[in-house]
């Protein structure tokens, strides 16, 4: 081990600013055991360059077959998902079928409901009409009934009326010739 300072300018230093020579090297030999013990705490982190290359020939080593796991894994798995996608592809192409499938029925099911529907409404439509023609036709026949009654009921009203009037000129033409 090599010291980075010179022990004995120390000794000289420390003598002149009033230490003794024994108490000038009991401070040197004590800084000395401290550096020591220092670069014992120092050099056990470190390593030297030889371990370094072979720690790092051993991590490029270990990537090395990590690498090639990876590739390994990473074609299987992509051929695996490859296969899954396809898979996946042909039942969603399948499940696509059987909606429009699905569809076109639902559609023509509506289609025919629709048109058995109008035909319903129209057949309805055409009874409402024929019952409401003839309900017409009774009404009109009604009307025209009770219209001809009216005249006639006239007709006697104007009869006894006019009935009425001539006996009552009668009278009055009776009492009068009396009474001239």
């Known amino acids: 081990r090599r010291l980075f300072f010179d022990t004995h300018a120390l000794v000289c230093l420390l003598e002149e600013n009033g230490f003794t ?14 550096m020591d013990t220092n670069l014992d705490m120092i050099y056990k982190d470190m390593v030297t360059k030889v ?7 051993q991590v490029m080593s270990h ?4 690498k090639k796991d990876m590739i390994i ?5 992509f051929s695996a998902l490859r296969s899954e996608n396809e898979k996946i592809k042909l039942e969603l192409q399948q499940i696509k079928k059987q909606v429009m ?10 289609k025919l409901n629709l048109n058995l529907e109008k035909s319903r409404v129209k057949e309805l439509h055409a009874q409402q009409d024929r019952a409401l023609t003839q309900t017409d036709r009774k009404i009109d026949t009604e009307v025209a009934d009770l219209k001809t009654m009216l005249e ?23 009492f ?3 009474w001239i």
């Open 101 to 110: 499938d699905e569809i076109t029925k639902v559609r023509a099911d509506n």
């Open 51 to 57: 371990q370094q290359e072979i720690a790092l020939q």
């Open 21 to 34: 020579t024994q108490q000038s090297e009991i401070i040197v030999s004590a800084l000395v055991k401290i």
């Open 152 to 174: 006639s009921h006239k007709l006697d009203n104007i009869k006894y009326l006019a009935g009425s009037v001539f006996t009552c000129l009668t009278v009055a033409l009776g």
């Open 176 to 178: 009068y010739r009396l």
């Open 63 to 66: 990537i090395g077959g990590v």
């Open 73 to 77: 894994l990473e074609k299987s798995e």
